[in-house]
């Protein structure tokens, strides 16, 4: 089983950015998909989720309006579009499946700079 994040890297204050998941060795159609995040001395926290078929996703108040999550079920892939990026938006973010099991990515570093 492996989520790999990419897309992360430094961006200029209302800049975006945006991140992919690949998923492979689980049915990743049946899974519910996140995006979590941690940023430094912090807690890690949920940022996004969708369903295993799509449906209407949920956001932290925190980046409501301004990130986006989605899916391609065929390419077994998992989009966070981040937009309007701020210093505060600064984590490690990671993708997160769950269902039967769960499963983690090793994260990608988001760095939005003041």
């Known amino acids: 089983v492996q989520l790999v994040e990419s897309g992360g890297g430094l961006v200029q204050p209302g800049g975006s950015l945006r991140l992919s998941c690949a998923a492979s060795?689980?049915?990743?159609?049946?899974?519910?998909m996140r995006w979590h995040r941690q940023a430094p001395g912090k807690e890690r926290e949920l940022v996004a989720a969708?369903?295993?078929?799509?449906?209407?996703?949920f956001y932290a108040d925190s980046v409501k309006g301004r990130f986006t999550i989605s899916r391609v079920n065929a390419k077994n892939t998992v989009y966070l579009q981040m937009n309007s990026l701020t210093p505060e938006d600064t984590a490690v973010y990671y993708c997160?499946?769950?269902?039967?099991?769960?499963?983690w990515g090793q994260g990608t570093q988001v760095t939005g700079s003041s």
């Open positions: 969708i369903g295993s078929i799509g449906g209407r996703p």
């Open positions: 997160n499946a769950i269902w039967r099991y769960e499963y």
């Open positions: 060795g689980f049915t990743f159609s049946n899974y519910v």
